[in-house]
């Protein structure tokens, strides 16, 4: 099974982001993607206060192809734990999505790695937005993923343009750190990923529909990596961390 651990839906008036359900699938046809992780572009609490519910009627119309990440904002952290222990246990998401870009939150802050914690003991990994903004470097996140040795640390983006190498490093420093491929353009950074750290430690992502799965499935396949380790990093590693069959 092909798995992407990074995909969109929205609906924000505010924002003008209309993403449905139904784009995210065909946009997963189109690659040949059988499912994916899916999250919005917006924080809870925050300007869609239907983040949850979107998420979980988008997961509920698809129930064997799209997989919930709620994504939160740690300054409000009583509330965002009560949602992510909701949206868990009641509502079968995968994931916790953290972005500190939009939340002006630090990854090394307090409130955020209590957050992570929070996650680890759910039983479910933390993607972040990992890129080159400020609060977002591979070594801001460090902080996280050594204060959180139980939680899984998934690196979106693994470092994005300039930072790749420097998310390769943390993550051969972390055990708890697996790098997510998408809108990073450099194929031969992820063979060398996988090369450092294992196949096991590397997951496919798109960005999509913002970015296209169809380029970014093209990117882990002309990285050559052989039959065995992209099946891991193209399915095989997400349906382990996430508990989907395939």
């Known amino acids: 099974m092909i798995f992407d651990m990074h995909m969109?839906?929205?609906?924000?008036?505010?924002?003008?982001?209309?993403?449905?359900?139904?784009?995210c699938i065909r946009a997963m046809d189109a690659a040949g993607v059988q499912a994916a992780a899916v999250m919005t572009l917006t924080d809870l609490p925050g300007l869609n206060p239907r983040g949850l519910e979107l998420i979980a009627e988008a997961c509920a119309a698809f129930p064997d192809r799209l997989h919930g990440?709620?994504?939160l904002n740690p300054a409000l952290l009583e509330e965002s734990?009560?949602?992510?222990?909701?949206?868990?246990?009641?509502?079968?998401?995968?994931?916790?999505?953290?972005?500190?870009?939009?939340?002006?939150q630090h990854p090394g802050g307090a409130a955020t790695i209590e957050l992570v914690r929070h996650a680890g003991e759910l039983g479910v990994?933390?993607?972040?937005?990992?890129?080159?903004?400020?609060?977002?470097?591979?070594?801001?996140?460090?902080?996280?993923?050594?204060a959180c040795p139980d939680s899984v640390v998934?690196?979106?983006?693994?470092?994005?343009?300039?930072?790749?190498?420097?998310?390769?490093?943390?993550?051969?420093?972390?055990?708890?750190?697996?790098?997510?491929?998408?809108?990073?353009?450099y194929p031969?950074?992820?063979?060398?990923?996988?090369?450092?750290?294992?196949?096991?430690?590397?997951?496919?992502?798109?960005?999509?529909?913002?970015?296209?799965?169809?380029?970014?499935?093209?990117?882990?396949?002309?990285?050559s990596l052989g039959e065995e380790a992209a099946g891991?990093?193209?399915?095989?590693?997400?349906?382990r961390l996430l508990g989907v069959a395939a």
């Open 8 to 23: 969109h839906i929205e609906d924000s008036a505010v924002l003008g982001w209309q993403m449905s359900a139904e784009d």
């Open 232 to 239: 891991l990093v193209l399915g095989g590693n997400a349906e």
């Open 81 to 104: 734990k009560r949602l992510l222990t909701m949206a868990v246990t009641e509502l079968g998401f995968r994931g916790l999505k953290q972005h500190p870009v939009s939340t002006l």
């Open 188 to 223: 031969e950074k992820i063979r060398e990923a996988v090369q450092r750290l294992g196949p096991e430690r590397v997951v496919f992502g798109s960005d999509g529909p913002v970015s296209s799965p169809v380029l970014e499935r093209h990117k882990v396949v002309i990285a």
């Open 69 to 71: 990440f709620l994504r």
């Open 125 to 146: 990994p933390t993607l972040f937005h990992c890129g080159d903004e400020p609060l977002s470097t591979p070594l801001s996140i460090a902080e996280t993923a050594a």
């Open 154 to 185: 998934i690196l979106g983006h693994m470092g994005g343009y300039f930072h790749v190498d420097e998310a390769i490093d943390v993550a051969e420093q972390f055990p708890n750190v697996v790098l997510e491929t998408s809108a990073m353009p």
